[in-house]
């Protein structure tokens, strides 16, 4: 089994929905991340990438839109790359890319291959309302569209109504079952923003960031500055009148945007040009009843620290994707960790979310921060929606 390490990382600032990135189509964001993928590797180049990259694996969540047809395979050839490199695209809904990382990992670890790029995309502006073929041409009764920005949708009814709430209302029994106040999250929320703004003003993002051809969008679209708790507590909430809790300032934007990594064994490398920033050591992955999805990094952090041979005792650095404030809480309690080693540069709720790009932006950062901080080993994890969690773990390469 040979050692897989993550080289680098990129994505494109993340832009709000509606916003700076909503005329640009998936296929070409994702074409922006691995050509600047591709640019930053020394030893790489479009006449040789067929002989050392051995797959491109992207997730995205959606897929029924301008993404499909395997938009990692499209991305790849609209980059212009040797079309005798395979891709394919996977879909784990939020932990998309995290399981694209994790399938390179995998087969780099086999011997299969020396070098992947895995990667992620999501354009939730752009997803397309959806009308259901009827089993006959013409029928009779009023037919209606569906959404696939976010969440359920053309639902089997033998599925239990109870597992197919809104990602808004299982966050509010989550946070009731574990006793999630709404000044928790309030306060959680105003911090992410809080970090976030820090991080980009400090230049933390300056290496990560890859800007998207022809838009005018130097950093994530979504970060607010000056947000403090006193204000996020005037928001209405949206999923319950009465007794909620989730607001939209408290919990994830839906954003646009696509990340990657190069991952690669010691010999993949070499041949990319690049010093590894950290050593795959353990991932894990996990399931739970589906409206207690974010939830679910709980155990499957668990699985990948076992997998890696440490404990949370050992971790110094934790890259948790906020899908929302009552579930990264509910997650923070759990492992009895240092808030401050969670989400150093800021979460989701400040930066985005979107959806198939998350896992490796994810990844990415963890690493990075490990590059900069010197911490030995860190941990980057996902909620999924439909009751599901990835996580892996990162050891320095330093």
Known sequence: MQDVFVYDGVRTPFGKVGGALAGTRPDDLAETVISAAVERAPGLSPENAAETVGEVIFGNANGAGEENRNVARMAWLLAGLPVSVPATTVNRLCGSSLDAAIGGTRQISLGETDVVLAGGVESMSRAPWILPKTERPFPMQNLQLANSTLGW??????????????LGEATEQLREKHGITRERQDEFAAVSHEKAAAAWEKGHYDDLIVPVPEVELSRDETIREGVTTEKLAGLKTVFRKQDGTVTAGNASPMNDGASAVWLGSEVGGQKLGLTPQARIAGWGAAANEPQYFGYAPVEASAKALKHAGITWQDVEAVELNEAFAAQSLACLDAWDIDP?????????????????????????????RMEVSGARWGVATLCIGVGQGLSVVLENAA
């Open 153 to 166: 949708r053309l639902i089997n009814d033998r599925m239990p109504a109870e597992w197919t709430v809104s």
């Open 340 to 368: 401050a080693i969670l989400n150093a540069w800021g979460g989701a709720i400040a930066i985005g979310h979107p959806l198939g790009a998350s896992g490796t932006r994810v990844l990415a950062t963890l690493a990075r």
